[in-house]
């Protein structure tokens, strides 16, 4: 691929906003070109490469005015905010790999071995002997300040060597750290087998050239380095961090806000749309990514964000409600659960909306949309999801007084069984005239005992959260389609 033109424009610590002018231009054969990605030649395929591509069109544009408002804002804030937010993508990271630390305690570490962090590298990495537990956070952490240092240094992705180089900082000065696999590894929970230690050499080579160029689009070429170290998996540990650091690092290059995957809201999501990545599908990790940027991006445009979020405040006048609405929530969740298991189905928690998504729900934007639970027999593919997203006009228009700011909803859909499915699930389905499977479930506060409302079409009724769970299994147990 030729060299693309680019536009700059100032933003955060002085950085270059580096946007491709050509964006409009790109195919799927120039974008994915060198990549074991490929999007198939029919028309339907063809048309949501191009509405993925407009997404994050719009995702640019959005990322481009919230990164201008964090440069004002931030002005003297700009190293704690920055501090700030590393320690965000932190929590986040280690949480999807099961190392548990609250952003309160990773921000305590952060500024207790503050000094350690400034001083030489191998004087951190060695400090994995004293605690291997706070270098979880400490290594990570320093891995995202140097991709950060790298940005502003050079205009070029990282080569080989130095993927190495940050792979041994994430996990430490440990056997095997800052070289790839002597040995066979798996991934946990997927048939995917990975690359072999003998040719892992080659690929990450591979990787690293198509890298230099990109596909012209920054979320697409983040999308296809993440999914590509996870594919080749090359390190005995810390393949997914090292991933997210580098997905994070290309958008910065190009001035986007970071990208967080959030365990709470996006383990499922984005544990399937890994697979699917290992399959050569692209698209879902690509819609995955670029709907987390445009969250972030609208997340960063909101009043006093920096102050916020150096000051631990973020979203604070949400809180309440918040934790009010969450507590319905993980009792409709367990309710659910259990009568999952009175009819012998399968219940699985995607996850639970978090304070970030219910500020966007509650502004009705589609950005906070995340996955809930899966149902289904317990003989087959779970059938179907339950997933959040804004309250509907249809029940705005059933209430006397809607809320201002009001709760997130709750919608069903089924599994797309076509063979050529874009997504795993349906986002609505034709419902026969007799059909009882609600079209919005509201949850709301409990205060009178009744916190849960179903609406069919332009009705409501008004359950107990036993009443409501007990209810709407039977109904997706009713018009189930066994496998």
């Known amino acids: 691929l ?28 120039d974008s994915l070109e060198g990549t074991p990605y490929l999007i198939p030649e029919d028309a339907a395929s063809r048309a949501v490469f191009y509405e993925r591509l407009d997404n994050s069109k719009s995702a640019r544009r959005i990322a481009a005015l919230a990164m201008q408002q964090i440069a004002r804002d931030a002005q003297e804030m700009l190293r704690p905010f920055i501090q700030a937010s590393v320690t965000d993508l932190v929590t986040e990271s280690n949480e999807m790999e099961h190392m548990e630390w609250p952003l309160a305690a990773t921000r305590e570490i952060v500024a207790k071995h503050r000094e350690l962090l400034d001083g030489p590298i191998h004087t951190l990495t060695r400090s994995i002997e ?3 537990k706070v270098y979880e956070v400490l290594g990570l952490y320093k891995a995202h300040e140097i991709a950060h240092e790298w940005r502003e240094k050079s205009d070029r992705a990282p080569m080989v060597h130095e993927i190495r180089q940050l792979q041994k900082v994430i996990v430490g000065d440990v056997y095997g750290a800052g070289s790839f696999k002597e040995h066979s590894n798996r991934i946990s929970g997927t048939d995917h087998k990975p690359a072999e230690p003998f040719d892992v050499a080659r690929v990450m080579l591979e990787l690293s050239d198509w890298w230099q160029q990109g596909s012209g689009d920054p979320i697409l070429t983040a999308t296809v380095v993440h999914a590509w170290i996870a594919h080749i998996h090359p390190f005995d540990d810390g393949n997914g961090r090292t991933a997210r650091v580098l997905a994070n690092l290309e958008l910065a290059r190009h001035g986007y806000p970071p990208l967080i995957i959030r365990p709470s809201a996006d383990r499922k999501e984005y544990y399937e749309a890994l697979a699917a990545s290992d399959q050569g599908d692209i698209l879902p990790l690509y819609d995955l990514f670029t709907r987390n940027i445009r969250n972030q991006a609208r997340l960063m445009r909101k009043p006093n964000y920096v102050r916020d979020i150096i000051e631990d405040k973020f979203l604070s006048d949400n809180t309440a409600r918040y934790s009010m609405w969450d507590a319905v929530i993980s009792k409709f969740r367990d309710r659910l659960a259990e009568e999952c298991g009175r009819v012998n189905w399968t219940f699985e928690l995607s996850g639970m909306s978090n304070i970030q998504n219910f500020s966007l729900l509650g502004d009705r934007d589609s950005s906070g949309n995340s996955w809930f639970c899966t149902v289904g027999p317990s003989d087959g593919r779970d059938e179907w ?5 804004y309250q509907s006009d249809e029940y705005r228009r059933c209430l006397s007084a809607p809320s201002v700011r009001p709760f997130p909803s709750i919608f069903v859909s089924r599994r797309d069984t076509s063979p050529n499915a874009e997504k ?15 079209d919005e479930i509201s949850v709301g506060v409990e205060v009178a005992g009744m916190p849960i409302e179903f609406r069919w079409d332009s009705e409501l009724d008004n359950f107990t959260i036993t009443a409501a769970a007990e209810d709407l299994i039977n109904f997706l147990v009713e018009h189930s389609t066994r496998w």
Do not use: Q, T, Y
Not at 426 to 434: G, K, Q, V
């Open 2 to 29: 030729a060299p693309r033109p680019v536009w700059s424009l100032k933003c955060i610590g002085g950085c270059a906003l580096k946007l491709h002018d050509d964006i409009d231009s790109l195919s799927p054969e």
């Open 130 to 132: 004293s605690d291997p």
């Open 385 to 389: 999801l339950l997933w959040f997203g």
């Open 424 to 438: 795993p699930f349906l986002p609505s389905f034709p419902r026969p005239l007799e059909s009882s499977i609600p």
